[in-house]
């Protein structure tokens, strides 16, 4: 069965330090792969997406990831966070890629939390 | 081109209630999706429709809940008696019928936040 593992429940960073947030799935293709942010009380908003191609993919807000299959792995980055980045991740992997259904399995979350 | 409409953005009902919950879908979209995240724990799939047909309700509980996508209007989930563990985020997503499920994602709406008291 698919399923998302982040390892991390809880991630303190300095404002302007690097960010690393593990995402590691488990799917038997292909894997199409999502990480979002959750401002609390707010929606999902989608930082960036794998579906091919090229293993490095830029996103909004200055963040990455870097899809390792290899490694079952889809780690976010960011080089230097600030403190409004401080808010919820996720990382998704989409559950079947037969047909036309595009619902996602979730991770947990990792809670962000940015010191000034 | 306005993005995935939910509403209402906050719900609040008494035990025994029902919460009906709507999630218009993006202009062009014909698949819906719900979610719902409850405190403490990830997001959770519960049902993909398209127009007047469920397709994957493995999510869906087995009893007091219902969605609907009718050919007209919004999708509606829908939640008989509620009780205090369906206190929760419900959060739509929408997709276009067309386009390779390779290259293209669904768009989420803002949720519905529920609390049963």
């Known amino acids: 069965a698919q399923s998302v593992t982040q390892p991390d429940i809880h991630i303190t960073v300095s404002e302007g330090a690097s960010l690393e947030l593990r995402c590691n799935y488990s799917?038997?293709?292909?894997?199409?792969l999502f990480w979002y942010v959750q401002s609390p009380g707010q929606g999902l908003q989608l930082l960036l997406k794998?579906?091919?191609?090229d293993t490095l993919v830029q996103g909004i807000k200055g963040f990455e990831a870097e899809f390792k299959r290899s490694q079952s792995s889809f780690n976010l980055r960011k080089p230097s966070v600030h403190w409004s980045d401080a808010a919820e991740y996720f990382c998704?992997?989409?559950?079947?890629?037969?047909?036309?259904?595009?619902?996602?399995?979730w991770g947990l979350g990792t809670s962000l939390a940015v010191n000034p | 081109n306005a993005g995935v409409m939910q509403n209402p953005r906050h719900l609040v009902r008494r035990r025994g209630q029902e919460a009906r919950l709507r999630c218009s879908p993006m202009?062009?979209?014909?698949?819906v999706y719900w979610y719902r995240q409850l405190p403490e724990e990830g997001l959770k799939f519960m049902v993909y429709?398209?127009?007047?047909?469920?397709?994957?309700e493995s999510g869906m509980p087995k009893e007091r809940f219902s969605a609907e996508f009718p050919k007209e209007g919004p999708s509606i989930l829908r939640i008989q008696q509620v009780v205090r563990g369906d206190s929760a985020a419900y959060f739509c997503?929408?997709?276009?019928?067309?386009?390779?499920?390779?290259?293209?994602?669904?768009?989420f709406g803002q949720g519905t936040r529920l609390t049963v008291v």
């Open positions: 997503a929408s997709s276009p019928g067309q386009g390779a499920v390779s290259n293209t994602e669904a768009f």
């Open positions: 202009k062009g979209h014909s698949h």
């Open positions: 429709l398209q127009k007047e047909n469920i397709i994957d």
């Open positions: 799917y038997g293709a292909t894997p199409y």
């Open positions: 794998y579906f091919s191609g």
């Open positions: 998704a992997v989409q559950g079947d890629n037969a047909g036309n259904n595009r619902k996602l399995i």
